[in-house]
């Protein structure tokens, strides 16, 4: 006599509906393209960031939201990101570039984790600082992803950063909030806390995410792509970006 399986609680409980062919398509385009993500350069300070042109997206998050988990999962690399041992302990902002055939047409940019309790309270003041003025100032920002753990959803530094970039959000800057580690929540769960984040988060894009089960990564992938693709067209590559600097990225 066969033993009846037990049912798992892990999120998705059900296998996903078949993608139509032309979306699979072109998510397969948009993760081709993320593999391409290079390291181009390390920098303490925002004024010590390279003035690129070139459509830059931004990751944000809290430590141990699973930021570079999902930087390494959408570009298929294991160590594009650096996860360090001990969070909140990296300072530089890494910018990666990503281009087909070796010509760049766009950068990531992986900013440190914060709200991390064991960073000095002087270190933290400095890195709100450095985000702040970054986030609203640097000029070719075209998008911002923040990473969340849907266990504890938006806190209170996740909703700051919100309301720091609201007025660029105004002005056409797009914006996505990652649910990471989504696999942890049953699919009631996950319902439920999308529907919270995204009232929270007052027009921007939300979407599960699993590293795990890669959940929403093609998705994700298509949607960065389509930032940086479909409203700029005719945007030409910034020759400073063709290749990366010297030293590797911190861990982050």
Not at 54 to 77: H, M
Not at 207 to 223: C, D, R, T, W, Y
Request: proline content about 7%; glycine content about 8%.
């Amino acid at each position: 006599m066969t033993t009846p399986s037990r049912k798992s609680t892990a999120f998705p409980s059900r296998a996903a509906p078949a993608k139509d062919p032309e979306t699979a398509e072109r998510e397969r385009a948009a993760l081709g393209w993320l593999h391409t993500a290079h390291f181009l350069t390390s920098a303490p300070q925002l004024e010590h960031l390279p003035p690129f042109t070139l459509p830059e997206i931004a990751f944000v998050g809290r430590s141990n939201a699973g930021k570079s988990t999902a930087i390494n999962t959408l570009t298929q690399q294991t160590r594009l990101a650096f996860a360090s041992k001990t969070p909140g302990r990296t300072q530089h902002i890494n910018l990666f570039g990503i281009g087909r055939q070796k010509v760049d047409d766009a950068v990531l940019a992986d900013l440190p984790g914060y709200g991390y309790a064991a960073v000095p309270r002087e270190a933290k003041l400095r890195w709100q600082r450095v985000m702040g003025n970054y986030l609203m100032t640097r000029e070719n920002l075209r998008g911002v992803v923040l990473m969340c753990d849907p266990r504890h959803g938006l806190t209170e530094l996740d909703e700051i950063l919100l309301e720091v970039i609201r007025p660029r959000v105004e002005q056409g800057l797009k914006f996505l909030v990652l649910l990471t580690k989504s696999d942890k929540l049953t699919r009631s769960e996950g319902a439920k806390v999308l529907s919270i984040v995204r009232l929270q988060a007052g027009g921007g894009e939300v979407k599960l995410f699993s590293a795990l089960k890669k959940q929403g990564v093609g998705e994700a992938a298509e949607l960065l792509s389509r930032w940086v693709h479909t409203e700029d067209a005719s945007a030409q590559p910034d020759e400073d970006t063709g290749g990366p600097a010297a030293e590797p990225p911190e861990e982050s």
